[in-house]
């Protein structure tokens, strides 16, 4: 399977813990994307990293959120600090990056994170 | 007010009809239009990408954008029970890289 893998694919975590998750996007993509996806709602951007570079991190990345790509492949997000309102699909994406404006994101299945 | 705003449905239709989904939005800057399929607890797949104004037609699949209106949609014809799901409307301005802004989503179920 070429396409963004995601784990774990659940995670039930009690409120206060720590909680990390990893994505690997597809190979030969450089920029990757993570976005927070609640219950009937539409997925919500986070953070975007250029190869390992963040370059851009939402207001809704509070301090308790931390995100990395240490070598331009595999990222991961941690949650520090777990509350119940982190409750969530986190969903990562990526795409080849490039002069091409015209570029596709591919969401890999999405980590679905239950705060008790 | 969101920046795009969807209809979250549900919309039931037979099978074999034609779907029409839709979405507004606000920020003029966008300029990169897509339509996302969510099945239930899966990541979203692109179904559909259109620059500016104008139709694109893929299959059963036709996307519309209306920069004039701020005014996208998507239909399907000939609509199959395989395509109940949450369809999901982005869009970005698309300078550098793309930060997309989604709809809700709207949920379609095709009965047979």
């Known amino acids: 399977d070429t396409g963004v893998s995601q784990n774990p694919r659940h995670k039930i975590t009690k409120r206060g813990q720590n909680v990390t998750f990893r994505c690997d996007p597809i190979?030969?993509?450089?920029?990757l994307y993570w976005y927070r996806q609640t219950l009937g709602q539409g997925p919500e951007f986070l953070t975007y990293?250029?190869?390992?570079?963040?370059?851009?991190k939402s207001r809704l990345l509070s301090d308790r959120f931390s995100a990395e790509r240490p070598k331009g492949s595999f990222s991961t997000l941690e949650i520090q600090r777990t509350e119940q309102g982190d409750s969530a699909m986190y969903l990562c994406?990526?795409?080849?990056?490039?002069?091409?404006?015209?570029?596709?994101?591919?969401f890999g299945p999405g980590t679905r994170l239950l705060v008790l | 007010q969101k920046e795009v705003e969807q209809d979250p449905g549900p919309l039931s239709v037979p099978e074999g009809a034609i779907v029409s989904l839709n979405c507004t939005y606000s920020?003029?800057?966008?300029?990169?239009f897509m339509w996302y399929r969510q099945y239930s607890r899966k990541g979203p797949e692109l179904l559909m990408y259109?620059?500016?104004?104008g139709n694109k037609e893929d299959g059963r699949f036709t996307a519309q954008v209306d920069k004039s209106s701020k005014y996208i949609s998507l239909f399907i014809r000939d609509s199959q029970p395989s395509d109940s799901a949450t369809y999901l409307c982005?869009?970005?301005?698309?300078?550098?890289?793309?930060?997309?802004?989604f709809g809700t989503g709207t949920r379609l179920l095709v009965s047979p």
């Open positions: 994406a990526s795409s080849l990056g490039g002069a091409n404006l015209q570029e596709t994101q591919y």
């Open positions: 190979s030969e993509h450089n920029r």
């Open positions: 990293f250029q190869n390992e570079a963040q370059l851009e």
């Open positions: 920020n003029s800057a966008f300029q990169y």
């Open positions: 259109t620059y500016s104004s």
């Open positions: 982005a869009m970005s301005a698309g300078t550098g890289f793309q930060k997309l802004v």
